[in-house]
């Protein structure tokens, strides 16, 4: 999550030199609970002490309204049909997602 943000802040900047001044905050979607609660909740706890300065890096993007984060279950994330091998039924459910019905029709 910490990668994505900083990617994301990036992207941000770079459309605010190009102009285009994004007022909304963006959104981070993430599969585990976790993590999610370590970044909502400020008390991090011993077993999590490498990763602190992520954790706190998240919150204060959350707490400034950059980002907003939101849990989504792991068959439910569009990417995993461009990155992992899905069965048929997994597959034409994302698929269906972005609106692709037809791949093949004519025209």
Not at 34 to 62: P, Q, T
Not at 65 to 94: N, R
Request: charged residues 20%.
């Amino acid at each position: 999550m910490a990668r994505v943000t900083c990617e994301l802040k990036w992207l941000r900047g770079l459309l605010q030199c190009l102009g285009v001044y994004v007022r909304d905050s963006m959104w981070v979607y993430c599969d585990s609970q976790s993590a999610l609660h370590l970044v909502k909740n400020r008390g991090c706890h011993e077993r999590s002490k490498h990763i602190e300065v992520d954790c706190h890096f998240l919150m204060d993007v959350i707490i400034d309204g950059t980002i907003v984060t939101s849990y989504v279950p792991m068959g439910s994330q569009l990417e995993d049909i461009f990155t992992k091998p899905l069965g048929a039924t997994q597959f034409i459910a994302l698929r269906d997602k972005f609106s692709i019905h037809n791949l093949h029709a004519p025209t």
